[in-house]
């Protein structure tokens, strides 16, 4: 049986990706982010004073990547970056007072996206899912291990 690109559940996932991505650029537009920024912004909430390494394994991304988006957010007045007390190598990456006001706004605009990507489901169906996309991650993560 030959499947159309469209039968994937890959190509499925690809498309709520795009769809999650573009209404989340117009909630964080309006409080002057751009998507990604906020995925930054919810670790830094969670635990203030991060390394730039920490936050790329956490984001899943490249140190450059990271580097990039915090040079960008200093330039915005989102973040700074302090030298590490205890290792002046090491610098770490801290809200601004700025970035502290809009906590509540950026946890508003992905609470309402997951509300609704969720809408129609149960409770139930909504931890079987998430159970079941952590499978899939698991999945493809054991698939980079040597």
Same mark, same amino acid.
């Given at each position: 049986?030959?499947?159309?690109i469209?039968?994937?559940? =890959?190509?499925?996932l690809v498309?709520?990706?795009? @769809?999650?991505?573009?209404?989340?650029?117009?909630?964080?537009?309006?409080l002057?982010?751009h998507t =990604?920024?906020?995925?930054l912004?919810?670790?830094? +909430?969670?635990?203030?004073?991060?390394?730039?390494?920490q936050l @790329?394994?956490?984001?899943?991304v490249?140190?450059?990547t990271?580097?990039?988006?915090?040079?960008?957010? $200093?330039?915005?007045g989102?973040?700074?970056?302090?030298?590490?007390?205890?290792? @002046?190598?090491?610098?770490?990456? +801290?809200?601004?007072e700025?970035?502290?006001a *809009?906590?509540?706004?950026?946890v &508003?605009?992905?609470?309402? *996206?997951?509300?609704?990507?969720l809408? &129609?489901?149960?409770?139930t $169906?909504?931890?079987l *899912?998430?159970?079941?996309?952590?499978?899939?991650l698991?999945? *493809?993560?054991?698939?980079?291990?040597p």
């Amino acid at each position: 049986m030959n499947m159309q690109i469209e039968d994937y559940i =890959g190509y499925l996932l690809v498309q709520i990706c795009k @769809a999650h991505h573009d209404l989340a650029e117009v909630g964080l537009s309006e409080l002057g982010l751009h998507t =990604g920024q906020e995925m930054l912004l919810l670790q830094l +909430y969670a635990e203030d004073g991060l390394t730039q390494s920490q936050l @790329a394994e956490r984001g899943c991304v490249e140190p450059p990547t990271i580097t990039k988006k915090v040079d960008r957010m $200093e330039s915005s007045g989102f973040v700074t970056r302090r030298p590490d007390p205890n290792d @002046a190598r090491v610098s770490r990456v +801290y809200l601004t007072e700025d970035s502290k006001a *809009l906590e509540k706004s950026v946890v &508003g605009v992905w609470s309402r *996206l997951e509300e609704r990507l969720l809408e &129609g489901f149960t409770e139930t $169906e909504r931890v079987l *899912l998430r159970r079941l996309l952590m499978q899939m991650l698991e999945n *493809l993560k054991s698939e980079q291990k040597p």
